[in-house]
């Protein structure tokens, strides 16, 4: 019964590599993000989707591509994989914006820390 | 733009005493206010968050966070800490109007036996 769900936990590749971070969301909400959070636990938003639309899309590298099949998913995959890129990446999910109800937040995924050498 | 300022980057405090974590936020326009907490290599809990209504909200395990709209502030306060409070807390706003959620950089909660 999780809410937002995210595969892998955890994930360490090699410099140069190819990897995606899958995630689902079972809440029905129109609104998928990812957030990087780096060594020093600062939250970052790095891409948004409304029903599969991209609406937010933050200085980020384009070896970082979102991909967004259906309104409960929102894939990320990382080309070149840079040691850089070494962090937790979280997903998130939230209700649409137009009906602010009592029950509206975000809901993160437990987190991908990614690691890589 | 939509920004959120956390003052303290570590509050140490003894247990069973009492602690504010102090957030201000920076926007143009009406906004909703969130508390999350992250424990040790976990992800983000939501522990209060303001959308409109009363000013004072509360959580279910004792803190509470006041919006405060002259002072654009929304700290959060508990009277007594326990040992499994410490964690990370992060104050984030979003604007009306804005999908996304700004956080500050987070405040690390230390509870001392």
């Known amino acids: 019964d999780t809410a937002v769900s995210q595969t892998p936990k955890y994930l360490v590749t090699q410099m140069g590599n190819d990897k995606s971070i899958k995630c689902e969301q079972n809440l029905g909400h129109d609104t998928m993000y990812w957030y990087k959070q780096d060594s020093k636990k600062f939250l970052k938003i790095m891409f948004s989707?409304?029903?599969?639309?991209?609406?937010i899309n933050e200085t980020v590298p384009n070896r970082f591509s979102p991909k967004s099949p259906d309104k409960a998913h929102l894939n990320l995959h990382i080309n070149s994989l840079e040691l850089g890129d070494s962090a937790v990446y979280f997903c998130?999910?939230?209700?649409?914006?137009?009906?602010?109800?009592?029950?509206?937040?975000?809901?993160f995924g437990s987190g991908t820390r990614l690691t890589v050498v | 733009a939509q920004s959120v300022t956390q003052l303290d980057s570590q509050v140490p405090v003894f247990e069973e005493a009492p602690v504010e974590l102090r957030c201000n936020y920076s926007?143009?326009?009406?906004?909703?206010l969130f508390w999350y907490v992250q424990y040790p290599n976990q992800g983000l809990q939501l522990l209060l968050k303001y959308l409109s209504g009363s000013t004072l909200v509360e959580s279910i395990n004792g803190f509470e966070a006041e919006f405060n709209k002259s002072q654009t502030s929304f700290h959060l306060r508990k009277p007594s800490v326990h040992i499994s409070d410490t964690a990370e807390y992060f104050c984030a706003v979003s604007s009306l109007g804005s999908y996304q959620l700004t956080f500050g950089k987070g405040t690390k909660l230390s509870v001392i036996p």
């Open positions: 998130a999910s939230s209700p649409r914006r137009r009906e602010i109800k009592a029950n509206y937040g975000y809901t």
């Open positions: 989707y409304n029903n599969k639309e991209l609406i």
């Open positions: 926007s143009s326009v009406s906004v909703y």
